[in-house]
């Protein structure tokens, strides 16, 4: 016989009497009182979408969030740059043009319902939280509410002195994308180029060769790829003025 779901409103009650950000809250627990597989939050910072709450053992949920990190498009993208929730009942039959680099990919993935609900304080954007089931599925009236409940929650706890920052000190758990930004940080410093430059190389690298995003910051941070390496010197092109 399988599992009562959590109390969703007993969750955010403990988490908030916590005082410990998001560490007090279990992303697992949220996601089994939802029906859902994983849930995720993702938080904008210099780099983009931060994930900085999510489930170790939410292995589908994490590849599906490092894809759309590397395409820069997806629910969880649009969802934190609107500030529109963003429900798709199943990836597989959205028309390719939607997301046009994203779709083909998530195909291979075990992930095919996606919901994405913004973090935002009225017109100051935050970021997203997404939950996502491995069948397809539209979620409920009540699971709506509850997971919108979830988002404003969130939100506040997300504003508050500990926010985010609890994680570092109450969950092992490192930020999920610190060896790619780690490898940003090397090809800053080898290459002499923004961290933003950075990053874009990084992403196109992990695109164009279809690897995921931390095994190529992998390589870079332990010399194991050329993208470390400078480009070869070219000629200057000629002056246009000059005969």
Do not use: K
Not at 67 to 93: K, M, W
Not at 101 to 106: G, I, Q, S, T
Not at 145 to 155: N, V, Y
Request: hydrophobic share 45%.
């Amino acid at each position: 016989m399988p599992a009562a779901a959590p109390d969703l409103a007993a969750l955010l009650a403990t988490a908030t009497e916590a005082g410990q950000g998001l560490a007090a809250l279990p992303p697992a627990a949220c996601a089994h009182a939802l029906g859902l597989d994983g849930l995720a939050i993702s938080l904008f910072n210099r780099a983009g979408l931060e994930l900085v709450w999510y489930d170790p053992a939410d292995t589908a949920g994490m590849a599906f969030e490092d894809l759309q990190y590397t395409l820069g498009e997806g629910p969880t993208c649009d969802a934190a740059r609107t500030g529109e929730p963003v429900i798709v009942p199943d990836l597989h039959a959205l028309p390719d043009h939607r997301w046009p680099a994203l779709l083909p990919a998530a195909r291979d993935q075990s992930v095919r319902a996606v919901y994405a609900l913004p973090l935002h304080l009225g017109v100051i954007r935050l970021g997203a939280l997404t939950g996502h089931r491995g069948t397809p599925a539209r979620p409920t009236r009540g699971q709506m509410a509850d997971a919108l409940a979830l988002a404003e929650a969130a939100t506040l706890i997300v504003l508050t002195p500990q926010g985010a920052d609890g994680l570092s000190r109450h969950n092992p758990q490192p930020l999920h994308r610190a060896l790619i930004h780690q490898a940003a940080g090397a090809l800053t410093f080898r290459l002499h180029i923004p961290i933003d430059q950075a990053l874009t190389r990084l992403r196109a690298y992990a695109f164009t060769y279809d690897r995921p995003l931390l095994d190529v910051a992998h390589d870079v941070v332990h010399h194991r790829s050329r993208l470390d390496q400078p480009p070869p010197d070219r000629p200057s092109p000629p002056d246009p003025q000059l005969p």
